[in-house]
C-alpha cells in the first residue's frame, strides 16, 4: 500500500490561495490519488480524485507530475469555512481485490484565518 | 443529494455493555465500509463488504467486534462487550463499485464507553 506523506498543519488568510502537497512515492500503477476535506464532526467528504495531470472542479484543483510521486492540492481563495483537516489518499479505486484499502494518513490541519 | 445516514450520532454506555451501530448506505451503493477515528491512531479501516458479503475485516479485533449487512439498506458494526479503548468515532462509507469512483462518508458514530 502507497504510504502519504503531508505537512500537519498550515495556515493561510482569507483569499489566498493554498498549496498542499503530499508525497507518495511508492504509488502504483493503477493507483488514483484522491483528496478528502473533513470538518469537526462530520465525516471526510470528497474533494478532488485524480490519476496524472491536472485535474480541476469547481472547488479545487489537482496538480499530479509525471512521474506521480507527489501531488499538489489547490484551493483558490480560501475562506473562513475552508478551515479543516485535509486528507491525501493513494489506491486502487477501480474495483479490484485491493479495493477499499484506502489509508487515510493523519492529514493537514488547514488553518484560515481573517 | 443523497447521503449515508449512520445511527446513533451519539452512544454513551458502560463498559461490558453491547453497542450497535448502524449505517444506511447510498441507495444503489454496492461496497460498505466501517472506519474508526481516533486523535491517537486516526481513521482506520475495520472491515468492508461488497454486495453484503465481508472482503475484509483484518483491521476489526475479531473477539469483541463484528460486522453485517443484513439487507442492502443496512449495515452494522457491534461490539461486545464493550471497553473504554473502543471510544472513538465510527465512520461508514459507501461506494457503487466502477471506476475511480470516492467513498462518500456519513457523519459518524460518536462512541464513549465508560
Known amino acids: 500500500l502507497a504510504k502519504t506523506t503531508q505537512p500537519i498543519s498550515m495556515d493561510s488568510y482569507e483569499g489566498q490561495e493554498v498549496n498542499i502537497t503530499c508525497s507518495h512515492n511508492?504509488?502504483?500503477?493503477?493507483?488514483?490519488i484522491t483528496w478528502y476535506q473533513q470538518f469537526p464532526s462530520q465525516g471526510p467528504r470528497f474533494i478532488i480524485q485524480g490519476y496524472k495531470t491536472k485535474v480541476t472542479n469547481e472547488v479545487a484543483s489537482l496538480f499530479i507530475p509525471a512521474d506521480r510521486k507527489s501531488s499538489t492540492l489547490s484551493l483558490p481563495r480560501v475562506s473562513l469555512s475552508d478551515t479543516a483537516v485535509y486528507y491525501c489518499?493513494?489506491?486502487?479505486?477501480?474495483?479490484?481485490?485491493?479495493?477499499?484499502?484506502?489509508?487515510f494518513g493523519q492529514g493537514t490541519i488547514l488553518t484560515v484565518h481573517p | 443529494d443523497a447521503r449515508v445516514t449512520q445511527t446513533p450520532r451519539h452512544k454513551v454506555t458502560e463498559m461490558g455493555q453491547e453497542v450497535t451501530m448502524r449505517c444506511q448506505p447510498i441507495l444503489g451503493h454496492n461496497t460498505v465500509f466501517w472506519y474508526r477515528q481516533t486523535m491517537m491512531q486516526g481513521l482506520e479501516l475495520l472491515a468492508y463488504f461488497r454486495n453484503r458479503a465481508p472482503l475484509d475485516d483484518s483491521g476489526m479485533p475479531k473477539d469483541r467486534f463484528s460486522a453485517e449487512m443484513p439487507d442492502a439498506t443496512l449495515a452494522t458494526l457491534k461490539i461486545q462487550p464493550s471497553e473504554p479503548r473502543d471510544s472513538a468515532v465510527y465512520f461508514c462509507a459507501s461506494v457503487l463499485e466502477t471506476d475511480s469512483q470516492p467513498q462518500h462518508f456519513g457523519d459518524g458514530t460518536r462512541l464513549s464507553i465508560l
Open positions: 489518499l493513494v489506491g486502487d479505486n477501480a474495483g479490484g481485490t485491493s479495493y477499499g484499502k484506502l489509508t
Open positions: 511508492n504509488i502504483a500503477t493503477n493507483d488514483y
